[in-house]
Structure formats: C-alpha cells, structure tokens
C-alpha cells in the first residue's frame, strides 16, 4: 500500500543530479576521482586520517571484523536492539556475537553491564550509536582499555552526532557508516569506514576491491585490455566485492557537503513532534537533549504504553495504532525487533558453527533475563514518519492521528 506520508524519503536536490549526471558522461564508473574525494570528505568531517567507502554499512562491519583478525573463537560484545546486520557480520567472520542490554534511557549498551559480560574470549565491542543518539563513549573506552579490546562503532544512524564536542566515529579503532536512502545522507546504497590505524586502512582497501595487491593508487584501474596493470591481477588474500561506483561517491559527496543543513532541518522536526505529542497518555518520547551529547536526528521512535483502561498487551496496542494509521495513509514501523529473538536467529542448524563453548551464543535462550530492556522497550517502539522535507502540516496529521487512535481505543 503506498502511503500519503511515508515512513522516510530521500532529499535530493538538482546538485546532487548534476554531480551523478556529470560522472555519467565520464568513462571512469568506478575507482574514480568521486571514490577519492568522497572518502577525503568523509575523513576530513570526522578528523580521522582514512575514510574507505564501500558498498552497504553491512559490508563495512565485515571487513571492520576482517581487518581486526576477530575470527572464529573469538567472542564480540554487541546489543541485541539493534539492527539485525551487527550481528549478521559477527557471523561472517564465524565469531560469537554476545548480546548485552541497553541502557533504557539512551538505548545504546548499557556500560554498567559490558564489563560482566567479558571473558578470556573477548576481542571487541560493538557499539551502535542507536538512533543517532551517542553511546557513552568515556566509559565503553575506559573498559576496552582496561581488558585491551578494540572498539567497533556502529555509527550508521548517527552521522553528525557529537559526544563531548567530537563526532561520532571518531573515537573506536574502526567506525561504520551507512547510506541507505532513509539515512541522514543517501548515496542509494553504500557506507563507509574510518579508520586511524593505516595499516587497516591498507588492508579494508585491498579486501573490498578482491584483495588485489597493494601497488600504484588503487584508482589505477585499467582502462583496456590492453592496458592491464600488472598489479591488477594480482591479490594478496581472498577479498570481496564492496567497492561503491563513481555515482554513489558524487552523490554522497554532495549530500556530505549539506550536512549542517540536513541535520538542522531534521532536528527541526524532532522538536516539531516534540511539542505536538507531549503530554499525550500512553506516549513516551525520545529525549529531546542527553548530557554531553548531540543527536543526530534519524528517526523519531516513540514508546507507546498501556494506562488503566487499555486492557491490552503494549504489543497490540502498538498494532492497533499502526492499524489505524495505516487506514489514514500513514506509515509507521517497529525499531527494532530485537536480534536474538528474529526467526534467523531461533535456527540452530545454521547458527551451528558458531555455538563455540558452554555459555557462548545458544538460541533460544540467550540470556533472556539478561535483556530485560531490550526485549520490553521492543514490544513498545512506533516509527512516526520523519525525514528532511516532512513539513509541519504532515507531522500535525501524524500527531492527530496518534491522539485519535489511542483516544479511540480507550472507549473500546
């Protein structure tokens, strides 16, 4: 069903149609000058020294886990609120992903709980900077310091954010970025990876271009075939396909360059929905402001709850809103279903191999009391719509329409 007010919606403005039209009437669509400017743009922003762009967040979390030599034994502390790929990508590499809970206030790992959850196994912490809204990185560095592991961001939904006056994906050893079209900026499909270590730069560089040999700039790609380089042929270890064409670099450097306008308009609508839905019974809102933090607006999730005459689960209650703002042509969605209880995750055939030793990852049972928060605020979350351009009036129906629905299923 095609809703009047979607979920999420791309900005693209006739900039970033000139800079993808103008890379067309080149002959270089891949491994060009778009690739290069693109990640020194993305370096620059961020204060880091190497950015390596590739072609989803998802393959950069792999070869994030691929350049840190975290492999099969070895165990990686994440969240389970999250979105499913984090741990997705522990898997690639044959690890064991070890969920732990989120802190209800901010959503993102809990800290107080991330040293319990280390033991002899543990290479890494990932973290997910979830909805924009930075992790508390002095404590999370303070741990990995302390039992000398490397720290992954996941700052996929968080471009822009700061905690204490520096960006996020500046503070782990390797950050990921994601440029999907409901992100803060788009390149259609791709991400990126940040790296301060260049000898991992080096290495993410040959594994998302099939491990080719390290040799001339990695631009210098054959322009026929009779013009093959001789490094070209050559790799050094088995690697993958995660380049990102020419035209998603222009497009995400464009979208790059509008950053502070982009993050401006959408803190805009946050504090729009902000006014329009405080107070309301049954509705808890994100934090407006988190001490020593700035969020990077991605989405707008509430949490709906039950009141003294909803006698119902919070989960139906969330369907029963869902229902009736689909009815009016508005989308909603749940974030997220947590990752330990996804039907992927309930399959002990494929998950097999991973199950390394006794109080490893073990589906169905993985700590279930152990995520508490992460599995009560998932039965609760509702997406409102939210992106660049939604305007004032769009966000005033998506409120009026919460108000009506819940009011309507209080007189039930």
């Known amino acids: 069903m095609t809703m009047r007010i979607p979920l999420s919606s791309p900005d693209i403005t006739q900039t970033e149609i000139d800079a993808v039209t103008a890379v067309l009437r080149t002959n270089r669509l891949s491994l060009g000058p778009e690739l290069e400017a693109f990640e020194h743009a993305m370096a620059a922003y961020h204060g880091v020294p190497d950015a390596i762009a590739v072609s989803s967040g998802t393959a950069g979390l792999h070869l994030a886990l691929l350049a840190l030599n975290i492999r099969e034994g070895d165990e990686v502390i994440l969240p389970s609120f999250a979105f499913i790929a984090v741990a997705n990508a522990v898997t690639y590499v044959r690890a064991t992903p070890v969920f732990v809970d989120i802190d209800p206030a901010t959503l993102n790992l809990d800290p107080a709980l991330i040293e319990q959850a280390i033991t002899p196994r543990t290479r890494a912490i990932l973290i997910v900077h979830t909805f924009g809204v930075p992790a508390d990185m002095d404590r999370i560095l303070a741990i990995a310091r302390r039992h000398n592991l490397a720290v992954i961001e996941d700052a996929c939904e968080a471009i822009g954010a700061t905690y204490n006056a520096h960006r996020v994906g500046s503070f782990g050893d390797l950050a990921i970025f994601g440029f999907y079209p409901n992100k803060q900026i788009t390149t259609g499909e791709g991400g990126c990876v940040l790296a301060r270590d260049p000898a991992l730069a080096r290495r993410m560089r040959s594994l998302r271009n099939q491990g080719r040999m390290p040799g001339p700039p990695e631009n210098s790609v054959p322009r026929a075939t009779n013009d093959l380089d001789s490094n070209w042929l050559e790799h050094a270890e088995i690697g993958y396909n995660y380049r990102l064409s020419e035209l998603a670099c222009a497009l995400g450097r464009v979208q790059l360059a509008r950053i502070d306008e982009i993050l401006a308009l959408r803190r805009a609508a946050a504090e729009r ?26 989405v707008y999730v509430v949490r709906l709850g039950q009141t003294p005459e909803m006698g119902e689960t919070e989960q139906a209650l969330r369907g029963r809103v869902q229902a009736s703002l689909a009815a009016r042509g508005i989308a909603t969605a749940r974030y997220f279903a947590p990752i330990h209880l996804q039907p992927a995750w309930l399959q002990p055939a494929w998950l097999q191999p991973i199950r390394l030793q006794p109080g490893g990852y073990n589906p169905p049972d993985v700590n279930a009391a152990s995520l508490h928060h992460t599995v009560a605020i998932a039965g609760r979350t509702l997406a409102l719509p939210f992106f660049n351009r939604i305007t004032p009036l769009q966000q005033s129906e998506v409120a009026q329409a919460v108000i009506d629905a819940l009011t309507s299923i209080r007189r039930s």
């Open 273 to 298: 929905y902000h006014a329009l839905l405080s107070g309301i019974p049954a509705v808890e809102l994100p934090p407006a402001a988190v001490p020593q933090r700035t969020i990077s607006w991605f």
